[in-house]
């Protein structure tokens, strides 16, 4: 009987766990990440060939990938998207700015303060916090050896 339980749970266990091919996530994450990365490019290209110096025209292009990445989290399409593209959607700028807006969106009900102040880091915060830690750190570790 126990192992009738046993060959049950098993088939059933088959049945639930999705089945995942690394070469077509690997694709799906390369396609996605490329064609944010185009279009990136596209932006940077688009803003120098209004004038902009390159320091302004990069400014631009991030400003606008943010900008979209928020966009597309308030309408409930970049999770869409990570889960299509994978580690693709997550090119960092994107990447971020999702990590930030989604929070905030997910917590609004609760207000302005508790809501959307407290919860609008959850993610990115650790993230903010360990990259200023480990600079401090670095920086530190390369006074020091200059002072030798």
């Known amino acids: 009987m126990n192992e009738a339980k046993q060959k049950e749970y098993r088939e059933y266990v088959k049945q639930v766990t999705p089945t995942h091919s690394l070469p077509a996530q690997m694709a799906r994450a390369f396609l ?24 302004t025209a990069g400014s631009v292009c991030s400003l606008t990938l943010v900008f979209l990445a928020v966009v597309l989290t308030g309408l ?15 090119v960092p700028i994107t990447g971020f700015a999702n990590s930030v807006a989604a929070p905030a969106i997910e917590y609004k009900k609760e207000g302005q303060v508790f809501g959307i102040g407290c919860k609008i880091f959850t993610i990115a915060g650790p993230v903010i916090l360990y990259g200023i830690f480990v600079s401090w750190l670095l920086g530190l570790i390369y006074w020091c050896l200059t002072m030798l």
């Open 32 to 55: 996605t990440g490329g064609a944010i990365c185009a279009l990136g490019q596209g932006i940077l290209n688009g803003a120098a060939s209004l004038g902009m110096d390159r320091e």
């Open 76 to 90: 409930n399409l970049y999770p869409s998207l990570v889960k299509w593209g994978g580690a693709g959607a997550l």
